[in-house]
């Protein structure tokens, strides 16, 4: 049919790099417009879903260096605003990065409650472009959840981009080696966060997109 769009791979909701978003993160929104006698009314509805993840798909498929991208559920921009001032519900990889980089939301390997970026990753779905006929090194890790399993996508055909849905909000970048390390070193320590009030955030976010995840087919 000519289309000559990339296929992905949807990773196990829960399932990604924590911290690792070196091709920019986007907000993407659908804005709605009303009138009155009296006034105008803008409203702005993040995205999610399908919608959400067609919206992102097109921003890496329009990236040369994109090799992954995640979208966040809504239920994560109450965390977010409150310890970053801004949102964003769609993340670009530009980068492979090593299986230490991955947080695993439904791991309990430590025999305790989820840690923060556990909480924080299960609100995230993560798609990489698959190399050829091979899945990326990132899907061949040994995910631990029993319930849901990773799938094919084929390319959408017939997609319409709508650039307009989607804002940047922190540019791309790259991080040395060293700040890689101590992005996998602050995973390994349990992602201290030391903010009482963002943890409660966090698990808040968790347990709604807990149930979101699990409910779907």
């Known amino acids: 049919d000519g289309d000559s769009s990339p296929s992905y791979t949807k990773l196990p909701a829960g399932v990604t790099t924590y911290g690792f978003d070196d091709g920019g993160c986007h907000f993407c929104a659908a804005t709605a417009t009303s009138s009155s006698s ?20 097109q921003l890496c498929d329009s990236d040369l260096e994109c090799v992954a991208y995640t979208v966040g559920r809504p239920a994560t921009l109450i965390a977010q605003q409150y310890q970053w001032k801004s949102v964003s519900n769609c993340c670009l990889e530009k980068r492979h990065y090593p299986r ?29 472009k698959k190399e050829g ?3 990326s090194a990132h899907s061949q890790q040994q995910c631990k959840h029993d319930l849901r399993d990773s799938v094919s996508l084929a390319p959408t055909p017939g997609a319409d981009p709508n650039p307009n849905q989607c804002s940047l909000v922190w540019p791309a970048t790259s991080y040395t080696d060293e700040e890689v390390q101590t992005k996998i070193d602050f995973i390994k320590d349990g992602c201290p966060r030391k903010d009482v009030i963002y943890e ?5 976010a968790y347990e709604e997109c807990k149930v979101e995840v699990f409910a779907e087919p």
């Open 38 to 57: 009296t006034a105008t009314t803008i409203t702005t509805t993040p995205l999610s879903g399908d919608e959400l993840s067609q919206s992102c798909r």
């Open 133 to 135: 006929d091979e899945l």
């Open 100 to 128: 230490e980089a991955f947080v695993d939301a439904v791991d309990n390997s430590n025999n305790g409650p989820p840690n923060s970026c556990q909480q924080d990753v299960m609100c995230w779905t993560r798609y990489e």
């Open 200 to 204: 409660r955030m966090i698990a808040m």
